[in-house]
């Protein structure tokens, strides 16, 4: 089973930049989607950015042109590089990885984002 961990989270001033990494153990196979969900308290778990393995990206209207989304497949790993963080930007991140649109996939435990104002 894959086994994802994520860290890189932490509290940063509005405008300040952080950058996330994801990494996975355990087998991979035919994974083909890997992604960046945010949860924010009393909200809905969102999508953040999607990377396929063919490195097509897909990114939330509100993110675009502050996050970067990236993969190395060598090292069993995804990135969200996050810019011109806003206090908005406040939430719990989850990296997913699966295989397919209908598979639910693989879940890590979660790192905090806070932005102060």
């Keep these: 089973q894959v086994q994802l961990v994520e860290s890189g989270g932490g509290l940063v001033q509005a405008g300040g930049s ?14 083909n989607v890997m992604g960046w969900y ?3 308290p ?12 063919g ?11 502050r996050f970067t989304i ?3 497949n060598a090292k069993n790993t995804v990135s969200l590089q996050m810019n011109s963080l806003k206090p908005e930007d ?16 693989y879940w ?3 790192t905090q984002v806070t932005v102060s104002s």
């Excluded at 719990?92 to 598979?103: A, E, T």
Aim: charged share 20%; with cysteine.
């Design 18 to 31: 952080l950058r996330l990494s994801c990494v996975a153990s355990g087998s991979r196979f035919g994974i």
């Design 38 to 40: 945010r949860q924010a």
């Design 42 to 53: 009393g909200k809905q778990r969102e999508l953040v950015a999607v990377i396929t393995s």
């Design 55 to 65: 490195s097509t990206t897909n990114y939330a209207d509100s993110v675009k042109g």
């Design 70 to 72: 990236s993969s190395d």
């Design 90 to 105: 406040t939430a719990v991140y989850y990296c997913n990885f699966r295989r397919g649109r209908v598979d639910p996939g």
């Design 108 to 110: 890590g435990q979660g």
